[in-house]
């Protein structure tokens, strides 16, 4: 993998991302990789990802290891193919679920309502578990995933060249732990872990342990892209906001802040954990053979998405979607213009 440090204008910019997970919030990550990957300038060495930042880098890798497969000359060519098929396949994919007209975060009556039409009479109690509510296990995302992913392909070509390593991350039911599937471990199973909220959908078994959404423990991971890759710069793509104006009063309001908060814990600790490194690293208390001096870098939705509130992130309709996907160019093309140079020198988060 090439030196991330930008010396070179014309040099591939190495560089780690990390998605968060959010509901067809994660439209607005697909705006943002829609204009990294037009700029073309980026080189992704590997990609963190939970529930639909999960998706979205495992369509995204699946365009560029689809390009390696390809009877290309050299380097330059695969990573420019890879850019256009991996634009191409971020589109497809949402066009897609905005075609399907249901995403993640859905309530079990809703999922009654659209998928299971003939309970709909029943207007299903909240008190009843995905295996009452849910008992064939219904999930339409998991068929589109089928059809548009090739996991083998990833596997076969990720981590060499241009097409970025991946780490999915879950959260283990028994421990309560963070797992982050990589390498051979990446599968169907692992993208529909990644992204199993337990009000909804039934755990899912993989190795005989089972997971739910990695949000719980990871939203998403940083460790994986610190000690299982070389670049030092990580972009953090971020749809769940941090802080808030105003004290949350109606029960849905205080739900949504509850679940921002628990789905923002881990991710507050590790660039807690971070910043303190770098520090350390700084005053020469810490030596550098042994440490990373990790750049942050930040493309924040947050706030923008906090205004259509919790419920908009079962919104499937492709107007919406788009909505979404226009405001996350926008927001990587400012980021783009501000802070693209930081990328190899310094944190600009």
């Known amino acids: 993998m090439a030196d991330s440090t930008n010396n070179n204008p014309a040099a591939p910019i190495v560089l780690n991302l990390a998605l968060q997970g959010g509901g067809s919030h994660g439209a607005f990550t697909w705006g943002v990789l829609d204009t990294l990957l037009e700029d073309g300038r980026f080189v ?16 995204l890798a699946a365009g560029f290891a689809k390009a390696a497969s390809l009877d290309l000359t050299d380097q330059a060519q695969v990573h420019a193919k890879g850019c256009e098929l991996a634009r191409l396949a971020l589109r497809n994919f949402w066009e897609a679920v905005g075609t399907m007209g249901a995403f993640l975060n859905v309530s079990p009556s809703r999922l009654a309502a659209q998928w299971m039409p003939w309970l709909k009479p029943l207007m299903l109690p909240s008190h009843l578990s995905p295996a009452q509510s849910n008992p064939m296990d219904i999930n339409p995302l998991r068929d589109l995933l089928r059809r548009q992913i090739d996991f083998e392909l990833i596997k076969q070509y990720q981590g060499q060249g241009v097409v970025p390593r991946l780490f999915i991350g879950a959260t283990n039911v028994r421990t309560g732990r963070s797992k982050v599937f990589q390498e051979e471990g990446i599968s169907l199973d692992a993208l529909m872990a990644s992204a199993c909220l337990p009000q909804v959908f039934k755990a899912v078994e993989i190795d005989g ?46 739900q949504e802040r509850i679940n921002e908060v628990t789905f923002n814990a881990s991710l507050l600790s590790e660039l807690r954990a971070i910043e303190f490194v770098r520090r350390l690293l700084q005053e020469g208390r810490l030596d550098s053979q042994f440490y990373k001096d990790i750049h942050m870098h930040r493309i924040d939705g947050g706030a923008f998405l906090h205004t259509f509130g919790s419920e908009s992130k079962m919104r499937a309709d492709i107007g919406f979607l788009q909505q979404l996907f226009e405001k996350g160019r926008e927001s990587a093309l400012q980021w783009l213009q501000l802070h693209a140079a930081d990328v190899g020198v310094r944190s600009s988060m």
């Open 44 to 59: 992704f060495e590997g990609i963190s990802g939970t529930s639909a930042g999960a998706m979205n880098a495992t369509v």
């Open 209 to 254: 342990e089972h997971y739910w959404d990695g949000g719980f423990s990871g939203n998403p991971a940083i460790y994986p892209l610190i000690y299982k890759t070389e670049s030092d710069d990580v972009l953090l793509v971020q749809i769940n906001p941090i802080e808030t104006e105003s004290v949350p009063q109606t029960m849905p309001e205080i």
